[in-house]
């Protein structure tokens, strides 16, 4: 039951991302700054589900679930590279919206191409430059006992409770980077989505107000919910509790999926796009 609970889940995650990357690309009326960050957005959701369901589901199905040293290591650094990219990117994307909203007039110029781009650039610069670091103080750890992971992935909390040296220095290490890293992008959203609920309290039509609402609500509830799993998993103290793979489950597979859902699929300009695309095409192949 859960192998066929979490294919369905992670086929409609890579289904929902890369349409959402196919019509970006293929419709020129989507190449602004807003679509740009959701393309990558969507890049990042299927990066970051494949580096733990595929393993996940292997094991469903097998009788001895193991995965080697290397493979340990290497999952957990594509693991934290793609937790830490996606929270410097939705903060890059909250300021999108809110320089969109409050700031119309300049946004072409405040919002261009190459900040963009640096943007993104400076994000997985970041996720990569933390990872890099978790991973080579992780080096410094003995395993001798049974390692027995009790977890579905290779996330670094599960791997502390393992170590037969002491990992209190590894743990803060990875703590501090974790509250660091997640306050500062947090602080950015919160921000970001306050000045625009201000702003949308000034429009005049209460359809408009209760659209944008609905929109910003959305965003804004599926941004607490990986940031407030993702912090409470990294900050606590390491566990091979139930509780932490449950909440492991909300950042790890359910946000990629409710991504393309929320961002993306209820946005007007998105179907419109994609109506447009799914014509060239069958235009081209009649």
């Given at each position: 039951m859960l192998f066929v609970l979490f294919l369905v889940i992670y086929l409609l995650t890579l289904m929902g991302n890369l349409m959402m990357l196919l019509v970006i690309r293929g419709d020129s009326h989507l190449h602004t700054p807003m679509y740009f960050f959701l393309g990558h957005l969507s890049f990042l959701d299927v990066?970051?589900?494949?580096?733990?369901?595929?393993?996940?589901?292997?094991?469903?199905?097998?009788?001895?679930?193991?995965?080697?040293?290397?493979?340990?290591?290497?999952?957990?650094?594509?693991?934290?590279?793609?937790?830490?990219?996606?929270?410097?990117?939705?903060?890059?994307?909250?300021?999108?919206h809110y320089a969109a909203i409050c700031h119309p007039l300049l946004y072409p110029v405040v919002m261009n191409r190459p900040l963009c781009t640096a943007t993104v650039s400076a994000a997985w610069a970041i996720g990569f430059l933390n990872s890099l670091v978790n991973n080579l103080c992780i080096r410094s750890l003995q395993f001798c006992g049974p390692n027995i992971i009790p977890h579905f992935s290779c996330e670094q909390p599960s791997l502390f409770a393992l170590s037969c040296t002491d990992p209190t220095a590894n743990t803060i290490l990875q703590a501090g980077f974790a509250a660091f890293l997640g306050l500062v992008?947090?602080?950015?959203?919160?921000?970001?989505?306050?000045?625009?609920?201000?702003?949308?309290?000034?429009?005049?039509?209460?359809?408009?107000?209760?659209?944008?609402?609905?929109?910003?609500?959305?965003?804004?509830?599926?941004?607490?919910?990986?940031?407030?799993?993702?912090?409470?998993?990294?900050?606590?103290?390491?566990?091979?509790?139930?509780?932490?793979?449950?909440?492991?489950?909300?950042?790890?597979?359910i946000t990629s999926l409710l991504n393309p859902l929320i961002y993306s699929l209820k946005n007007q300009e998105v179907k419109a796009a994609l109506q447009r695309v799914l014509r060239q095409q069958i235009c081209v192949s009649g």
């Open positions: 990066c970051y589900s494949s580096v733990t369901v595929p393993k996940m589901l292997q094991n469903f199905l097998s009788q001895k679930k193991t995965i080697s040293v290397w493979g340990c290591i290497t999952q957990g650094f594509f693991f934290i590279l793609s937790g830490g990219t996606e929270g410097c990117l939705l903060s890059a994307m909250a300021y999108d992008t947090l602080s950015l959203i919160l921000f970001s989505y306050s000045k625009i609920m201000f702003a949308i309290q000034t429009i005049s039509s209460s359809g408009g107000q209760s659209k944008a609402f609905s929109t910003c609500s959305s965003h804004l509830t599926v941004v607490l919910l990986f940031y407030g799993t993702a912090l409470f998993r990294y900050i606590s103290p390491p566990s091979g509790s139930v509780l932490g793979r449950v909440v492991s489950i909300q950042y790890c597979v």
